[in-house]
Nanobody
Framework: VQLVESGGGLVQPGGSLRLSCAAS????????MSWVRQAPGKGLEWVSA????????TYADSVKGRFTISRDNAKNTVYLQMNSLKPEDTAVYYC?????????????????WGQGTRVTVSS
């Protein structure tokens, strides 16, 4: 099983980034997917989740209206489009999978995790 994130980097406040997470080794379309982040010196924070079929999404209040989660089950990939980025969005972003249909916000229940991609929002 592998979850490989990409797309992180350095961006100015107000800018945008799109993160990708490529999955392999399990039946991707049968898993709800999530994004979780960890800011420097802080604990894990759940960011967003999407159902296995992509029809239901949910977001943390801190990113609602700025971030969009999506998935392409034909490509075994989940995305996180991040707009209007703020310095407080600086973190390592992880994707995670849980073998369930509905979006899952409990990060302690995820079956698989990626290695993370770093996002830095700074001028």
């Amino acid at each position: 099983v592998q979850l490989v994130e990409s797309g992180g980097g350095l961006v100015q406040p107000g800018g945008s980034l799109r993160l990708s997470c490529a999955a392999s080794g399990f039946t991707f379309s049968g898993y709800a997917m999530s994004w979780v982040r960890q800011a420097p010196g802080k604990g894990l924070e759940w960011v967003s989740a999407i159902s296995s079929g992509g029809y239901s999404t949910t977001y943390a209040d801190s990113v609602k209206g700025r971030f969009t989660i999506s998935r392409d089950n034909a490509k075994n990939t989940v995305y996180l489009q991040m707009n209007s980025l703020k310095p407080e969005d600086t973190a390592v972003y992880y994707c995670a999978a849980k073998g369930t249909i509905l979006p899952e916000t409990n990060r302690n229940s995820y079956n698989y995790w990626g290695q993370g991609t770093r996002v830095t929002v700074s001028s």
